[in-house]
């Protein structure tokens, strides 16, 4: 029998399981993913970018975790001599009707702890990027680039090396909790622990109501969709370029992204995908979109943002809707410039009276620890998240 048992091999769950070992080395720990390795999913499928903590609501879970994680992240990158880029970013207003927005994100910043955020006027936006298009624009210098999944198996190494056990290809099945001892069944066999930590990500809903706890919310996921710039088009985007956020809608919108390891992304967009997994257009689960469409609450998020909701569909299957969109940040961009690139899926958890949740969500019981909401800017978060359960667990031990 294990002291804990973290469900999920994502970056929070990995963290989470380090930051336990980091304090408790003598902690029996397994960690159990449905995968075949590390990162495969929300993680291992995002632009890569390290958040500053400009955008959240100040004492929030977000703000907080963002905060401290940046810093937890970069002193773990510097120690273990993974490659990151405290390259900054810009955000731009495009017209005059964003500047007030823009403003209070600048107030945010600030209120979060945020140093030597500069003010760019026109001139000034084209001096950091000179192809963007802006009325005024915020130089965000924290912000920064990174691989995840090498921060991943940067973890998974330590957590080997440190005595944790980690089972791959492992889909947890069922959960019988009892006073003392849990038993997590999976397809390969059963395991027993004091303690169970879920960080499931797209099916952290899931295995919550495999609990006692079964929180009233579901995880909606949200297909984001990239394009890449050319080689030859990649001169356009010198490092990060951002718009003004919708302020009712908790996606970014789409942007442009240096990456770490070379090449440019220019998205994403926020359609529904129609399977918890489904990175294409073609990936359909009948049963999880009943669910989701059957959900009140995806009901009333529908009625609310449909005409949001079109627009970003239309832009999925139109290539030059798309390119639309990033031409308000930069005009010269052309279709001719894009090439089809990835995908991510974002867990997006949504309660019953159609709201999606903005904050971080950790929701525990005597046995079980449950990151039922924990969308971006969780992997910047991740050592600030782990940090925070673990000292909720070891709390209990």
């Given at each position: 029998m294990k002291d804990v048992i973290v469900i999920g091999g994502g970056i929070v769950g990995l963290a989470s399981a380090w930051k336990i070992l980091e304090k408790a080395p003598n902690t029996s720990i397994a960690i159990l993913e449905?995968?075949?390795?590390?990162?495969?999913?929300?993680?291992?499928?995002?632009?890569?970018?390290?958040?500053?903590?400009?955008?959240?609501?100040?004492?929030?879970?977000?703000?907080?975790?963002?905060?401290?994680?940046?810093?937890?992240?970069?002193?773990?990158?510097?120690?273990?001599?993974?490659?990151?880029?405290?390259?900054?970013?810009?955000?731009?207003?495009?017209?005059?009707?964003?500047?007030?927005?823009?403003?209070?994100?600048?107030?945010?910043?600030?209120?979060?702890?945020?140093?030597?955020?500069?003010?760019?006027?026109?001139?000034?936006?084209?001096e950091y990027e000179?192809?963007?298009?802006?009325?005024?624009?915020?130089?965000?210098?924290?912000?920064?680039?990174?691989?995840?999944?090498?921060?991943?198996?940067?973890?998974?190494?330590?957590?080997?090396?440190?005595?944790?056990?980690?089972?791959?290809?492992?889909?947890?099945?069922?959960?019988?909790?009892?006073?003392q001892v849990q038993t997590i069944v999976t397809d390969k066999g059963d395991f027993e622990g004091k303690l169970v930590v879920n960080c499931a990500g797209l099916y952290s809903d899931k295995?919550?109501?495999?609990?006692?706890?079964?929180?009233?919310?579901?995880?909606?996921?949200?297909?984001g969709e990239y394009y890449q710039l050319k080689k030859e088009s990649q001169h356009l985007v010198k490092n990060l370029i951002y718009p003004v956020p919708d302020p009712n809608f908790p996606f970014l919108g789409v942007h442009?992204?240096?990456?770490?390891?070379?090449?440019?992304?220019?998205?994403?967009?926020?359609?529904?995908?129609?399977?918890?997994?489904?990175?294409?257009?073609?990936?359909?689960?009948?049963?999880?979109?009943?669910?989701?469409?059957?959900?009140?609450?995806?009901?009333?998020?529908?009625?609310?943002?449909?005409?949001?909701?079109?627009?970003?569909?239309?832009?999925?299957?139109s290539k030059a809707a798309f390119t639309k969109a990033l031409q308000k940040l930069i005009p010269e961009i052309q279709e001719s410039?894009?090439?089809?690139?990835?995908?991510?899926v974002r867990a997006q958890a949504c309660d019953r009276n159609g709201g999606l949740l903005d904050d971080f969500q950790i929701l525990e019981d005597e046995h079980f620890v449950n990151v039922c909401n924990a969308p971006s800017p969780a992997a910047t978060s991740s050592l600030a998240i782990g940090d925070e359960i673990s000292s909720r667990v070891l709390a209990r031990a």
């Open positions: 449905k995968e075949s390795g590390p990162a495969k999913h929300q993680t291992g499928n995002n632009s890569g970018v390290i958040h500053s903590g400009l955008y959240y609501k100040p004492g929030s879970l977000k703000a907080t975790n963002c905060i401290k994680g940046y810093h937890l992240l970069l002193d773990f990158c510097q120690k273990e001599e993974i490659k990151y880029d405290l390259c900054g970013k810009i955000v731009v207003a495009t017209d005059e009707a964003e500047v007030p927005y823009l403003t209070t994100l600048h107030e945010r910043g600030e209120q979060n702890g945020l140093t030597n955020m500069l003010w760019l006027d026109q001139d000034q936006l084209k000179p192809h963007v298009n802006g009325v005024k624009g915020i130089y965000v210098p924290q912000t920064g680039i990174i691989d995840y999944t090498a921060v991943c198996k940067k973890l998974e190494e330590k957590l080997l090396t440190a005595g944790a056990e980690i089972h791959y290809n492992h889909k947890v099945v069922k959960i019988n909790a009892a006073r295995v919550a109501k495999m609990t006692p706890l079964k929180p009233d919310l579901k995880i909606v996921p949200f297909r442009f992204t240096r990456m770490i390891n070379g090449g440019v992304e220019a998205g994403p967009n926020a359609v529904l995908a129609f399977q918890r997994e489904g990175y294409k257009k073609s990936d359909v689960n009948l049963a999880e979109l009943a669910e989701t469409l059957a959900w009140p609450g995806f009901q009333k998020v529908a009625a609310k943002y449909w005409r949001t909701g079109f627009g970003e569909m239309y832009r999925s299957f410039d894009l090439e089809v690139g990835g995908a991510g």
